[in-house]
């Protein structure tokens, strides 16, 4: 379902519904997660939705290489920060169960451990790793690349040519923010390297799932990595050698429910995100 692709002039303010909070408070390192059974578990299934209005977004120059960049000439590229759906679903939102502590074995998409750096975009926008587990990136582009992460890991992954593959293990619970080092400002993602099974992506429409649930009551977060831009910061262009600039974005928002299992069932949780409502302090 194609998203609704919107432009702005001016900055708008931005909230959650339930609240906000930095990234330090996601994924916090679980110790002593064990690996059971789950014969009578159940599943966790909803959708994110957009209330009101939608903002307006500035989408970015595509100014270096467009021969690679920007085939279709479009001179223009949406930073993918807040991709909605007709029916308003919103893609690209984490939700993961809060300090459970016994469940299934780690079964992450193969495709979310995967990066790939394509007309210089990566793809996937996020990426789910579990701690100790590999991320393979790849570039695409004939031309250089340079991966830079920050926050949970710290790799700086240069590619010269097309088609390189490098992996690198994920050591540390938390967000990982990537960005480009090559020039290409506009290329974001983010990682969350997970510490339990019990994380899910929401797709295109906004729907998520997380099966083999242990029956239980739960505390069910939502996790979405903020659109605004706020700024810009001074970066260093290491194939020209120049300084540019690169978007600064807004905090994540984090807001959660309570949710109770029970064996052998499916409970449905959904979840709003909306601007122009008050705001909880930050990290709440």
């Known amino acids: 379902m194609p998203w609704k692709v919107v432009y702005m002039k001016r900055m708008v303010g931005l909230t959650a519904i339930v609240g906000i909070a ?28 957009w209330q009101g209005p939608l903002p ?4 970015s120059e595509i100014n270096k290489e ?4 920007d085939p279709q000439g479009q001179k223009r590229r949406d930073l993918e920060r807040l991709l909605v759906a007709q029916d308003g679903g919103i893609a690209n939102t984490v939700i993961f169960l809060r300090d459970i502590t016994r469940g299934k074995a ?11 750096q394509k ?29 830079h992460m920050s926050g949970a890991s710290d790799y700086n992954l240069p590619f010269t040519m097309k088609d390189q593959v490098i ?9 990982v923010d990537l960005r480009c080092n090559a020039g290409h400002v506009w290329m974001n993602s983010e990682m969350i390297v997970a510490s339990h099974p019990y994380y899910a992506v929401t797709d295109e429409n906004g729907n998520f799932e997380i099966s083999q649930v242990p029956p239980g009551s739960y505390e069910i977060v939502a996790w979405h990595e903020g659109w605004r831009v706020v ?24 807001w959660s429910k309570h949710v109770n299992v029970p ?3 499916t409970v449905d949780v959904n979840f709003t995100l909306a601007e122009g409502t008050p705001q909880m302090p930050a990290g709440h």
């Open 263 to 265: 064996p052998h069932d």
């Open 231 to 254: 700024g810009e910061s001074p970066m260093y262009d290491v194939m020209t050698q120049l300084r540019v600039k690169r978007p600064v974005f807004s905090d994540p928002v984090i």
């Open 56 to 59: 307006h977004l500035v989408p």
């Open 167 to 175: 992996n690198r293990s994920m050591t540390r619970a938390g967000v």
């Open 119 to 147: 007309n210089c975009r990566y793809e996937p926008h996020i990426l789910l790793v579990p701690v100790g587990g590999n991320l393979q990136v790849k570039s695409s582009d004939p031309t250089l690349h340079t991966v």
């Open 66 to 69: 467009p021969q690679i960049c």
């Open 106 to 116: 780690m079964d992450f998409a193969p495709a979310r451990q995967f990066l790939n």
């Open 22 to 49: 930095f990234t330090a408070a996601l994924c916090a390192a679980q110790p002593g997660y064990q690996v059971v059974s789950v014969v009578d578990g159940g599943t966790i299934k909803g959708k994110v939705k």
